[in-house]
T-cell receptor, first 109, second 114 residues
Framework: EDKVVQSPLSLVVHEGDTVTLNCSYEVTNFRSLLWYKQEKKAPTFLFMLTSSGIEKKSGRLSSILDKKELFSILNITATQTGDSAVYLCARRSGYALNFGKGTSLLVTP | DGGITQSPKYLFRKEGQNVTLSCEQNLNHDAMYWYRQDPGQGLRLIYYSQIVNDFQKGDIAEGYSVSREKKESFPLTVTSAQKNPTAFYLC?????????????FGEGSRLTVL
C-alpha cells in the first residue's frame, strides 16, 4: 500500500488559472511533509510542513498541512507556463523520504 | 559551489553487465540516498546511508549494492541481478536526523540497458 498518494496524477490548465494539488499520507512515524518541483532532472525543494494549519507561502505558491485528516495541499495561483512540472509530495519518517507518484502539471498559454 | 554531482548523466549497458553510478557531495552532509524514478512511479528508495561505513536497504534494494567509505561519496552498483535496470537514478543528501527533512538532489543518471 502506498504511503503517499497524490491527486490528480495529471492536470492541464490555462495560464492565469489557480490549481490545487492534493497529497494524502500514512501517519506511521510521520515527521514532516515536503513538496518538490521537478522540471527536468533534479527535484527542487518547495516547502516543508510539520505543523497543522500553518500555511507556508512563497510567491504564488502556498501549502498547508492537516495532521488530523492526514493530507496536504499545494496551491498555485495565477499559473504561468513556467509552473509546468511534476510536483512531488513526500513524507519523512526517520531518515528516508517516501514519495508519491507526483502530479504532472501542464500550463498552456 | 556546494552541491551533489552524479556521473555519468547517461549510460548504456548490455544486459548482464554490472554498472556503477557515482555520487559525490561537498555539502558536508551526513546522510545520502539513492532513489530510482520510473515513469508514473514517483521516486522509490533503493539504499540510504546515515554515516560512513553504514547503510540500510530501502524499498527496492534487490539487485543493487552500495558502499560508503567516505562521507562525500555514495556509489551505487546496478548488478546483473536487477531484473529491470533501465531507469532514472537520483542521488540525494541531507544533514541527517538533526535536520528536519529537506533532501538535496543531484541531476540524475539515466541508465539504459540494451
Amino acid at each position: 500500500e502506498d504511503k503517499v498518494v497524490q491527486s490528480p496524477l495529471s492536470l492541464v490548465v490555462h495560464e492565469g488559472d489557480t490549481v490545487t494539488l492534493n497529497c494524502s499520507y500514512e501517519v506511521t512515524n510521520f515527521r514532516s511533509l515536503l513538496w518538490y518541483k521537478q522540471e527536468k532532472k533534479a527535484p527542487t525543494f518547495l516547502f516543508m510542513l510539520t505543523s497543522s494549519g500553518i500555511e507556508k507561502k512563497s510567491g504564488r505558491l502556498s501549502s498547508i498541512l492537516d495532521k488530523k485528516e492526514l493530507f496536504s495541499i499545494l496551491n498555485i495561483t495565477a499559473t504561468q507556463t513556467g509552473d509546468s512540472a511534476v510536483y512531488l509530495c513526500a513524507r519523512r519518517s526517520g531518515y528516508a523520504l517516501n514519495f508519491g507518484k507526483g502530479t504532472s502539471l501542464l500550463v498552456t498559454p | 559551489d556546494g552541491g551533489i554531482t552524479q556521473s555519468p548523466k547517461y549510460l548504456f549497458r548490455k544486459e548482464g553487465q554490472n554498472v556503477t553510478l557515482s555520487c559525490e557531495q561537498n555539502l558536508n552532509h551526513d546522510a545520502m540516498y539513492w532513489y530510482r524514478q520510473d515513469p508514473g512511479q514517483g521516486l522509490r528508495l533503493i539504499y540510504y546511508s546515515q554515516i560512513v561505513n553504514d547503510f540500510q536497504k530501502g524499498d527496492i534494494a534487490e539487485g543493487y549494492s552500495v558502499s560508503r567509505e567516505k562521507k562525500e561519496s555514495f556509489p551505487l552498483t546496478v548488478t546483473s541481478a536487477q531484473k529491470n535496470p533501465t531507469a532514472f537514478y537520483l542521488c540525494a543528501s541531507s544533514m541527517g536526523q538533526t535536520n528536519t527533512g529537506e533532501l538535496f538532489f543531484g541531476e540524475g543518471s539515466r541508465l539504459t540497458v540494451l
